[in-house]
C-alpha cells in the first residue's frame, strides 16, 4: 500500500506541476497555428505571475489577480503583436525582447513596491489566494481502497485553475478543430494568402490568435503565483515557458498531445523532485541535474526527426505582406 | 504602403534610423526610472559617472564590454547567415568548461602567454562544438536553431552544475568552484592603460582579454566581408535558394557559421573564468550571452558598431551597479528592461520609424529638386 500511496503522491503532484505548462502550451497553440511564432511565453508568464500576485495582495482578492495577470498578460501579447503583425518584425526576435522586459520590470517593479527583495508579499488564506476545491463526496470516499483514493487525492483538492486548464484542452480542439474560427486560424498559419484571398482579415485573425494567447499566458501566471504558491518570487516562471514551447513541438501543435506531453513533463519534474538524491541499490546514482534536463534533451531528440517527426505551421514565422 | 522606400542616404540607414530606435528604446526605460518614483536625469548622470567617473568605475565598464564583445560578435555571425543564435549563453558556459580543461591541466607546467592560446583554443573548441548539434539538426533536418539552442542553453546549465558539483570541485571543499588556477594561468592586467590617462586602477580586473576581443572583432570583419567564406555566408544569408543556385554548399556553412558564432560566444569565458576569477564557478556567464543579442542588433552586426554598442552596455552594467547604491529602488536589473527595450525597438520594430523618415526625406529631396530644377544629376 505504501508504493501506491507514492504513486499517488508522484501523480498529484504531476498534476500541479503540469497545469502551469499545459496552459503555456495551449496559449503557443493558439498563436503558432495562426502563424505568430511566440518564444515570449516564458516572459508573459513571468509578468503575469507578478502582476496576478502583487494585485491580490493589495486588493485581498485572488480574482482581481487574475484579472490582472490576464490583462497585463495580453498587453504583453499585443506588443508582440504590434512588432510582428503590424510591423512585420522578427517574431523571434521580439519574443526575445518581451522575456527580457517582463524579466527585469518584475525584479524592478516589485523592489520598488514591496521592497521585499523582489518578492510579492504572501498571500494568506482569505480570498487572496486561489483554494483546494474539494469534489463532492471526496471526503467520504478515501477510505475505499485505490478508487476512493484516486478520487479524494488526485482528481480532487485542486485549485479551480487546475480544472480549467484541463477543461481549456477538449475546448481548445473544439474551437480550433470544430468552428469556423478554428479552421480560418488554422488556415491563416498554413496559407495566409488563401484565407486573405477569401476576404477574410489575415492581420485580425492573428490579433486574435495572440489575445488568446495573451489570456491563457496570464492564467498560467497567476497558476503559480496566487494558486499553487502564495505569492511572486524573483523570477519563478524558471524557463517553464521554454519547457511549453518544447512541450507544442513534442505534441506536434495539437491540443491533446500537449496535454500529453506537459503531464509527462510534469511527471519528469515530480520524479526529480520527489527521487532527487536516492540511489538506485547496485546501479549508478542518476544525477538530478540529468532529470532536470530530460525535457529539453527529449525536445531535441524529438526534434532530430527520432520521435516522429514535427512539423510547424508552413506559414510560422513569416509576415504576411498583402500586396507585392 | 503600395509605393516601395524611398532610398535613403547612407547617414540616415546607418546613423539616423538606429539612433531614432535606441533613444525611443532608452526613452521608455526613463519612463520606467520615473514610475519606480526616481528622476530618470539624475539616474543617468550617475550611471555615466559610475560608468567613467573613476579609474575603476572604467576598468570594470571595458571588463564588461570585453563579455559583450565576444557575445555581440557570437550572435552577428550567425545573424549574416539568416540564423538566430540564442544560445550564446550555453555556449559561453560550455566555453568555461574548456578553459578551465586547458587551465587546470597546464597552469603549472607552461608561462601565461603558452596558456592563453591553449585555453582560447579550448574555450573556442568546446563553445563551437556545444552549437554542433543544433547546426547539424538545423541543416540536415531543418529544425529551427532557434528551439535549439534554447534547449541546450538549458542543457548546458545542468551539465555545468553536475560537472562541477560532481567531478570538477575538489573533496571536502564547500564551494561549488574548481581549484584556483595556480600562477601560469594568471592573465596580465591592463591597469597600465586606464593609468596612461591620469586615472588609478584598484580592483577592476580589466585584463589582456579586452585587447583579444578587439583582434577578435578585426579578425571577423576581416572572415565577413573580405574572404570567400564570408562570402558565402552572407549569400546564404540573403538568399538561401541563391546560395544554392550558385553551387554554395549550404548544410556545410551552416554547420561551419554555428560553429563560428559558438567558438565566439566560448571565447567570451577566457574574460571571466582565467582573466578574473581564475577559477570554475557556476552562473559566470550571468546573461551575457542574452545581452549579445541586443548588441549585435545595436552594431547592425557589425564590428563597428558592435565595440561601441558593447561598450554602452558595459557602462549600462557597471554604472546601473553603482546606480543602485544612490537609488536603491533601481537595481542592476533596470539593464535587463533595457535590453528588452533596445531589442524590441532596434529589433523588432525597426522599421517602425523608416516610413515616416523617408517620408520626410522624400519631401526634402523634392523642395530641393524644385529649387534647383538644373542639378539632377542622380536619379531615384
Known amino acids: ?324 | 504602403m503600395a509605393q516601395p522606400y524611398s532610398q535613403l542616404p547612407r547617414w540616415v540607414n546607418y546613423g539616423l534610423i538606429p539612433l531614432v530606435n535606441l533613444s525611443v528604446a532608452f526613452l521608455v526605460a526613463g519612463l520606467v526610472v520615473l514610475a519606480v518614483g526616481e528622476n530618470p536625469l539624475r539616474a543617468a548622470v550617475l550611471m555615466i559617472d559610475g560608468a567613467f567617473g573613476s579609474g575603476d568605475g572604467i576598468g570594470y565598464t571595458l571588463y564588461y564590454a570585453t563579455n559583450f564583445i565576444f557575445t555581440g560578435l557570437a550572435v552577428a555571425v550567425a545573424f549574416h547567415c539568416g540564423l538566430f543564435n540564442i544560445g550564446g549563453e550555453g555556449q559561453a558556459y560550455i566555453g568555461g568548461l574548456g578553459v578551465a580543461v586547458g587551465c587546470l591541466a597546464f597552469d603549472s607546467i607552461f608561462p601565461w602567454w603558452i596558456n592563453l592560446p591553449i585555453a582560447t583554443l579550448c574555450a573556442a573548441a568546446f563553445g563551437g562544438l556545444w552549437a554542433l548539434i543544433p547546426a547539424l539538426l538545423q541543416a540536415k533536418r531543418g529544425s529551427h536553431v532557434v528551439i535549439t539552442t534554447i534547449m541546450f542553453n538549458f542543457i548546458a546549465a545542468s551539465l555545468m552544475v553536475f560537472l562541477l558539483v560532481d567531478v570538477l570541485k575538489p573533496a571536502g571543499q564547500m564551494a561549488v568552484e574548481t581549484r584556483p588556477f595556480a600562477e601560469g594561468a594568471s592573465l596580465p592586467r591592463l591597469d597600465w592603460m586606464i593609468e596612461a590617462f591620469g586615472y588609478t586602477i584598484r580592483r577592476a580586473p580589466l585584463n589582456i582579454i579586452f585587447l583579444l576581443a578587439l583582434v577578435t572583432s578585426f579578425l571577423v570583419w576581416v572572415l565577413i566581408w573580405r574572404t570567400r567564406l564570408g562570402y558565402e555566408i552572407r549569400t546564404m544569408g540573403h538568399s538561401p535558394k541563391a546560395a544554392q543556385y550558385a553551387g554554395i554548399n549550404t548544410t556545410k556553412i551552416i554547420v561551419i557559421t554555428m560553429m563560428i558564432s559558438g567558438g565566439l560566444a566560448g571565447m567570451m569565458a577566457l574574460n571571466p573564468v582565467m582573466g578574473a576569477q581564475e577559477r570554475l564557478q557556476l552562473d559566470f556567464v550571468t546573461g551575457a550571452g542574452f545581452v549579445g543579442i541586443a548588441v549585435a542588433l545595436m552594431g547592425r552586426s557589425h564590428p563597428a558598431g558592435i565595440i561601441p554598442a558593447a561598450i554602452l552596455f558595459g557602462m549600462l552594467y557597471q554604472g546601473g551597479a553603482e546606480m543602485s547604491f544612490e537609488m536603491p529602488a533601481i537595481t542592476r536589473d533596470m539593464i535587463v528592461i533595457i535590453q528588452g527595450l533596445v531589442i524590441l525597438f532596434a529589433g523588432a520594430l525597426e522599421h517602425m520609424f523608416r516610413p515616416y523618415i523617408s517620408m520626410f526625406f522624400g519631401r526634402v529631396a523634392d523642395s530641393s529638386l524644385k529649387a534647383a530644377p538644373a542639378t539632377t544629376g542622380e536619379s531615384h
Open chain 1, 1 to 324: 500500500m505504501d508504493t501506491f500511496n507514492t504513486i499517488i503522491l508522484v501523480f498529484d503532484s504531476t498534476v500541479r506541476l503540469s497545469v502551469p505548462l499545459l496552459l503555456a502550451c495551449l496559449a503557443g497553440l493558439y498563436s503558432e497555428r495562426s502563424g505568430v511564432f511566440d518564444i515570449g511565453l516564458e516572459g508573459k508568464m513571468l509578468a503575469g505571475a507578478f502582476a496576478g500576485a502583487a494585485a491580490a495582495s493589495v486588493y485581498g482578492s485572488a480574482w482581481i489577480g487574475l484579472g490582472a495577470a490576464v490583462l497585463i498578460s495580453i498587453a504583453l501579447s499585443l506588443v508582440h503583436g504590434f512588432a510582428s503583425i503590424t510591423h512585420r518584425g522578427n517574431q523571434i526576435v521580439s519574443g526575445v525582447a518581451i522575456n527580457f522586459i517582463a524579466a527585469g520590470s518584475t525584479i524592478i517593479l516589485g523592489q520598488a513596491w514591496f521592497k521585499q527583495g523582489g518578492r510579492t508579499p504572501a498571500l494568506a488564506s482569505d480570498g487572496s489566494r486561489f483554494e483546494s476545491i474539494t469534489l463532492p463526496f471526496a471526503d467520504a470516499l478515501s477510505d475505499v481502497p485505490i478508487i476512493g483514493q484516486i478520487y479524494s487525492e488526485l482528481l480532487s483538492g485542486h485549485s479551480i485553475l487546475v480544472y480549467v486548464a484541463f477543461l481549456a484542452v477538449p475546448l481548445t480542439w473544439w474551437i480550433l478543430f470544430r468552428t469556423r474560427f478554428g479552421l480560418r486560424l488554422r488556415a491563416v498559419g498554413e496559407n495566409p494568402g488563401a484565407v486573405d484571398t477569401a476576404g477574410i482579415s489575415v492581420v485580425w485573425l492573428r490579433y486574435r490568435a495572440v489575445i488568446f494567447c495573451g489570456f491563457l499566458c496570464g492564467l498560467a501566471g497567476a497558476y503559480l503565483s496566487v494558486a499553487q504558491n502564495a505569492g511572486f518570487v524573483k523570477d519563478m516562471t524558471a524557463g517553464k515557458g521554454f519547457i511549453a514551447l518544447a512541450a507544442l513541438i513534442f505534441a506536434k501543435w495539437r491540443p491533446i498531445n500537449a496535454m500529453y506531453a506537459c503531464l509527462l513533463f510534469g511527471f519528469l519534474d515530480a520524479l526529480a523532485i520527489r527521487f532527487s538524491g536516492i540511489k538506485i541499490p547496485g546501479l549508478f546514482e542518476i544525477p538530478p541535474q540529468f532529470m532536470q534536463a530530460l525535457p529539453y534533451i527529449l525536445t531535441v531528440i524529438l526534434l532530430a526527426g527520432f520521435i516522429g517527426k514535427a512539423i510547424p505551421p508552413k506559414a510560422g514565422g513569416q509576415p504576411y505582406v498583402k500586396e507585392r
